[in-house]
T-cell receptor
């Protein structure tokens, strides 16, 4: 079992749809949670950073963390064709992980106009 | 927000030569930077953790003599791919920790 599970997709939605992206993890040592967007041949761009259970909103993006279920989500409202990219969840923790990031496999999102 | 600048964005070199990639934190100090490698359609693979003023920590399976890392200041880390071969061709990305982890734009290395 991988430390972080993420459905690779691809996920295809029409413009304006609400997109839900999810990751699960197995180790409670993860305390910090991030979502990145990566366009082809570019570095990942940090979208959301959270460290507590609950919701965090930034514009069209909402990050949700449920530590009891070891489950995180990213919601994108009013999706646009420019949102088409690969979305990576990432986690960092304490103990054996130190300050290293552990990534999910990435979900490919396609927003059709 | 935090910005990490990576240079060059693309480089082509001949087999057997060395290539240096620079990673700079522009508006914050980074005692720790990270170097990743990414293969097509795959997630990022951590190569090493670069610590300012000390030796880098390499992940298992990464050749430290081939991938030399220097972190001489709080804003600059460099990765040198020595005696490059075609199998070293890849996308290399650095990151630094501020609020969250910020990534550079990546370097596409092609060894011919």
């Amino acid at each position: 079992q991988k430390e972080v599970e993420q459905d690779p997709g691809p996920l295809s939605v029409p413009e304006g749809a609400i997109v839900s992206l999810n990751c699960t993890y197995s180790n409670s040592a993860f305390q910090y949670f991030m979502w990145y967007r990566q366009y082809s041949r570019k570095g990942p761009e940090l979208l959301m950073y959270t460290y507590s259970s609950g919701n965090k909103e930034d514009g069209r993006f909402t990050a949700q963390v449920d530590k009891s279920s070891k489950y995180i989500s990213l919601f994108i409202r009013d999706s646009q064709p420019s949102d088409s990219a690969t979305y990576l969840c990432a986690m960092a923790g304490v103990g054996e992980y130190g300050n290293k990031l552990v990534f999910g496999a990435g979900t490919i999102l396609r927003v059709k106009s | 927000g935090a910005v990490v600048s990576q240079h060059p964005s693309r480089v082509i070199c001949k087999s057997g030569t060395s290539v240096k990639i620079e990673c700079r934190s522009l508006d914050f100090q980074a005692t720790t930077m990270f170097w990743y490698r990414q293969f097509p359609k795959q997630s990022l693979m951590l190569m090493a953790t670069s610590n300012e003023g000390s030796k880098a920590t390499y992940e298992q399976g990464v050749e430290k003599d081939k991938f030399l890392i220097n972190h001489a200041s709080l804003t600059l880390s460099t990765l040198t791919v020595t005696s490059a071969h075609p199998e070293d061709s890849s996308f290399y990305i650095c990151s630094a920790s501020d609020e969250g982890y910020t990534f550079g734009s990546g370097t596409r290395l092609t060894v011919v």
